[in-house]
């Protein structure tokens, strides 16, 4: 028990910024909404969760990279977030319909 606290002595488990946090939950809603109306099966639940948080925290990304700043919750920008997660969600689902 004690080499194996020595080895972890330097590690420091700590908790991730809020922002993602709450940023990984509003896509998991969204990518859930998504899939109450059109999924069918568990691999769709699990592909629209991950194209939601994808668009999600790629929405976050431009909104920083380019300075838009709608309305924030901290450092999260929840409406540029919340449009492209839903936009790639909505882009997939008539990409795979087609």
């Known amino acids: 028990m004690r080499r194996a606290q020595r ?3 330097g590690w420091h488990l700590s908790m991730p ?3 993602l946090v709450l940023g990984f939950v509003l896509a998991s809603i969204y990518g ?5 109306f059109f999924g069918h ?3 769709r639940l699990l ?3 991950f194209v939601g948080v994808a668009g999600f ?3 976050q990304g431009v909104a920083s ?8 919750i901290g450092d999260l920008s929840l409406v540029e977030g919340t449009v492209v997660s839903v ?3 909505v882009a997939v689902r008539v990409w795979r319909r087609g």
């Not at 859930?32 to 109450?36: E, N, Q, S």
């Not at 990279?65 to 924030?72: E, I, P």
């Open 65 to 72: 990279v380019l300075g838009l700043a709608l309305f924030n």
């Open 57 to 59: 925290f790629a929405g």
């Open 87 to 89: 936009a790639s969600l």
């Open 17 to 19: 910024p809020s922002f």
């Open 32 to 36: 859930l909404v998504f899939f109450i």
């Open 41 to 43: 099966g568990w691999w």
């Open 7 to 9: 080895a972890l002595a």
């Open 47 to 49: 592909f629209y969760w």
